[in-house]
């Protein structure tokens, strides 16, 4: 065993490097003994979100009444989610188009899939409504939206709940504020400021929001949908442009191309490129034969 003397002990400490944490950039909070026994007696930091608590905290010092979202006070009238069904995915001939819930937020949403029309759900349930706010409730939860002329009558999934307001200015109005970092904190943390995994219905009861007076909302609602019929008119455009440009270079139609795949025996892409064709790429995705109209010889999986 090696013995040091005090002076040398000393010499060794202050050779150590040590390093200052920046204290702004420390997330800290109290937690009570109830709340980490109504969390399963978990000690990770992340589950006690300390930005949930801190929102709550500020809206505790707003200038104006602060009312639950749902319930008898608050401002919505419905919330709910279709029931869920088991999805039976078809080919685009015959198919209705499906849209998914991480969609909401693209400025003109296309449909990735298509759902047979006997699947065992009642498909109207799933089209989304006009006057109607949208939230993901699973997943990446927190993305909202508002049912526009783009989104109205596309069938989205179960995973999307479908809110409806008392007064038609809370739609725009509730919208914005949960699209702020307060708003959308609020909307993924419980009342403990604990992180939520999906979000429910009910959840809504728990969610503060400032109730300013009916002129404000109404300004902040006419805004939003501005914004949103704005969005409508450049997707118009955008389909009229579209339009021109294959009438005028008159192209075929993308679906009339049917790429040659190697083995037809298998659910899986596969196809074939030339050799001198790879390009000294060897990733699939550059060499897609609805890019690249060729007949080859070689394989590519």
Known sequence: ??????????????EEKI???????????SVSLSEVLNSDTRLEASVYNIEGRHAREILKKCKWNVVQLSGEKGLIKSAFYPTRFKRVYVEKEGGIPFFLPSQLLEIYPKPVKYISPKTNVAIDELKIKNNTLLLTRSGTIGYCAVACKTLIGKVFSDDIIRVSF???EDLGY???F?????GNTLLQTNNYGSVVSHIEPEHLNNIPIPNPPSMIKKRIHELVMKSYELRDESNELLDKAEELLVNELKLPPIDDFKPEY???SIDVSNFCIKLRDLAGRLDVSYHLPANVNQKVDHCAN
């Open 1 to 14: 065993m090696v013995k040091m003397n005090k002076e040398a002990i000393a010499q060794k400490i202050s």
């Open 19 to 29: 390093i200052d944490i920046p204290q702004e950039e420390l997330n800290w909070g």
């Open 166 to 168: 008392k007064s038609e």
């Open 174 to 176: 509730t919208y914005a």
């Open 178 to 182: 949960l699209k702020t970092k307060i």
């Open 262 to 264: 190697f083995d037809n």
